[in-house]
């Protein structure tokens, strides 16, 4: 990743967008539960309290994060539809099966933008750079594939 701000697609930011709301949702159960104990407290009331102090932790430092990375995609502006990059939305036809499939290219991985490929994946690599019509080739754990750039941007228009 470079040290300026990086393109974001639209569903990539949309699933970042829902994680946030989910993280806020879960750090304010969680920082609801710190300082409430029982009794007059014994060890294991120490530990569990331990525990929820540094799941808040954790949580405030993936919501900068997100918040951050957000941010990073706005200031970037919208993912170029000339080459790919970080935030490109790229359809490739496959070689082999013949299928046609859209990905989004991204820096994190996010489990709520399943097209999401990262840019440092094989496959995120061997598109970075590339044009409509070219092919890639990239790795995989059964060997080589390739494929060919379709389209960059979103075909359905969402991305604009």
């Known amino acids: 990743m470079s040290s300026e701000p990086e393109p974001i697609s639209a569903a990539s930011r949309q699933a970042l967008e829902q994680e946030l709301v989910d993280l806020r949702a879960e750090r304010q159960a969680a920082a609801e539960t710190l300082g409430v104990t029982d009794s ?18 954790r949580l405030d430092a993936r919501i ?6 957000l941010r990073q995609g ?7 539809s000339d080459e790919v990059g970080v935030g490109s939305t790229v359809t490739l036809r496959f070689d082999g099966a013949g299928t046609q499939e859209t990905f989004h290219i991204g820096v994190v991985a996010n489990e709520l933008d399943e097209g999401l490929v990262t840019s440092d994946s094989p496959l995120g690599e061997a598109l970075l750079g590339h044009r409509v019509g070219d092919s890639v080739a990239y790795r995989t754990p059964s060997g080589q594939a390739t494929a060919v750039i379709v389209a960059i941007g979103d075909v359905s228009g969402a991305d604009s």
Do not use: F, I, M, Y
């Open 74 to 80: 706005a200031e970037a502006g919208p993912p170029s």
């Open 40 to 57: 007059a407290g014994d060890r294991a009331d120490q530990a569990d309290e331990l525990q929820r102090v540094t799941d808040v932790a």
């Open 64 to 69: 900068n994060d997100v918040t951050l990375r």
